[in-house]
């Protein structure tokens, strides 16, 4: 074959692998697949977020009740103390105290009044995404109950190296894991048997050519 011939081949085979990433680009399932990934991606940072807002509310009503706890106790002691009735200045000093400390019991109940509605809320907006999450993930259960033959796992990288495994898990053999995405602990994957991935960078008439071979067309 003449370097003319060769060049004008390698210009079609260019062509056809533009082409292919274009379609498989325009494909329905992958524009919804990758909806359904930012959707989830998004789920699982937001459920994150509230997690860490009602943990917050969970230290501070810990903070207040023991407050409370040390307020009473100081009372309590307050109230035991000897005191030289004619000694004025002692006697006012025991009740500024006991007025300081009156306050402060004051101010806690006013506080955790606030603190608990929205640690109330904080649990609500979390049982509302949890049960968003639950609702997202029996649509993946279905998906493997459908006997797809090929299941593409999608998440975000740094849940891959705990979510893939348990998915491998879960296939036991019965359909082809593909990874979406190229991750750091790719490694990690790959010494655990999770050896398919498929990103932006993977070149698109041969990935092709491979699955379609995997499953025997």
């Known amino acids: 074959m003449s370097a003319g011939a060769t060049l004008l081949k390698l210009q079609q085979i260019d062509l056809e692998l533009a082409r292919n990433k274009s379609e498989l680009a325009n494909m329905p399932e992958l524009k919804e697949l990758a909806s359904k990934r930012k959707t989830y991606v998004k789920l699982k940072a937001e ?36 005191v030289d009735g004619s000694d004025y200045r002692e006697v006012q000093d025991l009740e500024n105290e006991l007025a300081t400390l009156a306050k402060r ?84 994957l790959e010494a655990q048997g999770i050896t398919n991935f498929i990103s932006v960078k993977s070149n698109v008439l041969e990935t092709l050519k491979f699955y379609l071979k995997e499953m025997g067309i």
Do not use: W
């Open 47 to 82: 459920m994150t977020k509230l997690y860490a807002q009602r943990k917050d509310l969970d230290i501070e009503l810990d903070d207040l009740n023991t407050t409370e706890i040390q307020t009473n106790n100081a009372i309590e002691a307050a109230k035991k103390r000897h």
């Open 105 to 188: 019991l004051d101010k806690i109940e006013h506080t955790r009044k606030d603190v608990v509605i929205a640690h109330k809320e904080a649990l609500d907006r979390e049982a509302r995404a949890q049960a968003i999450i639950a609702k997202f993930e029996e649509g993946v259960k279905a998906a493997l109950e459908s006997k797809a033959e090929i299941v593409v796992v999608c998440a975000s990288d740094d849940d891959y190296a705990e979510a893939a495994p348990k998915v491998k898990e879960l296939l036991a053999g019965k359909a082809i894991l593909v990874v979406a995405g190229a991750p750091a602990c790719a490694p990690e």
